[in-house]
């Protein structure tokens, strides 16, 4: 039996991928300047077992990247570029309330305003040899276009288990 992944639901879609994200608490890094790459590095600590630095669980949609690739078609917006735990097959948004996958819940506190780190040229997990480019612009649209938002952050209410293709439901 698999370990429990702290995520959770969306209104009416399905989860479509859940990297299982490292136990230990990451620690991540920006530039004071998001303009300047020279500048200087500030880094935190983020939660253990989530990339997201704010609240445990990071969503985002297929929608939301489809969105975001209908508007800017030039710019590569993969799902590596924004290291969801989760991402959940349905629209854009907004996600609010309390969602469930399987018999895990989630509250949804906020949309995840997004730093420097999806401008940085990475790795693609389980494509070895593969990277995306450095694009400064995917940050530069989004704080232009959506407030520097893209995905929702959420904390766990009821911890448990979900599975590729759950369904997603909320209130």
């Known amino acids: 039996m698999a370990a429990p992944v702290p995520c959770s639901t969306a209104p009416s879609g399905r989860v479509t991928r859940s990297p299982s ?10 530039q004071a300047d998001a303009d300047d790459d020279d500048s200087a590095t500030v880094t935190w600590e983020g939660f253990a077992g ?28 993969s799902v590596a570029r924004f290291r969801p735990n989760v991402l959940l097959d349905g629209p854009p948004g907004p996600l609010t309330g309390t969602l469930r996958i399987g ?5 949804i506190d906020k ?10 040229p990475q790795a693609v997990p389980g494509e ?40 997603v439901t909320g209130d």
Do not use: I, K, N, Y
């Open 103 to 107: 018999s895990t819940e989630l509250r």
């Open 21 to 30: 994200a490292s136990r230990a608490a990451p620690t991540f890094e920006s």
């Open 128 to 167: 070895p040899g593969a990277a995306l480019p450095r694009q400064p612009d995917v940050l530069r649209h989004l704080l232009a276009s959506h407030d520097g938002q893209l995905g929702f952050l959420a904390t766990v209410v009821r911890p448990g288990q979900l599975a590729l293709g759950d369904r």
């Open 111 to 120: 949309p995840c305003t997004r730093c420097v780190m999806v401008t940085r």
């Open 50 to 77: 989530s990339w997201a630095d704010s609240r445990p669980v990071h969503l985002l949609t297929t929608g939301g990247l489809a969105a975001m690739a209908s508007e800017r078609p030039d710019l590569e917006w």
